[in-house]
């Protein structure tokens, strides 16, 4: 995936259900639509919720983000909670600096990101 520098980009989360299993997980999108970050699952709603609020108060250490390199030249970013747990994954970028400068991007993110239900 390509990724400029650009915080300029406005991102902001859906939430899903997979009906197969019953779970629920959490998308970051910008504008365009295109998924930044992707969720595991959560048994309840409340919880994907809750993990949303994990990705914006821990986006700021940069600590938390592990950037790795898992096969055929892609990268990949993992944001993990205060308890080391990984919350949420990128997709694949094609080069580490694209990686980086995602995670650069996500300094807009705020409590007042948009959260879109789709599972209404």
């Known amino acids: 995936m390509k990724h400029s520098n ?34 595991w699952q959560f048994t309840y709603k409340t919880n994907c919720k809750e993990g949303i609020k994990s990705v914006i108060r821990n986006f700021k250490n940069r600590e938390r983000f592990i950037i790795e390199q898992p096969f055929y030249n892609a990268w990949r970013v993992y944001l993990k909670a205060g308890n080391g747990i ?35």
């Not at 997979?18 to 639509?33: C, I, P, Q, T």
């Not at 994954?89 to 879109?116: H, M």
């Open 86 to 120: 990984i919350i949420a994954y990128s997709q694949y970028f094609d080069t580490e600096k694209e990686a980086k400068n995602f995670i650069e991007d996500l300094k807009c993110l705020s409590l007042e990101t948009p959260v879109i239900d789709k599972t209404k």
């Open 6 to 39: 650009n915080n300029k980009e406005k991102f902001y989360f859906e939430i899903y259900k997979e009906e197969r299993f019953n779970l629920f997980y959490f998308e970051l999108k910008d504008e365009e639509g295109n998924i930044y970050l992707e969720s």
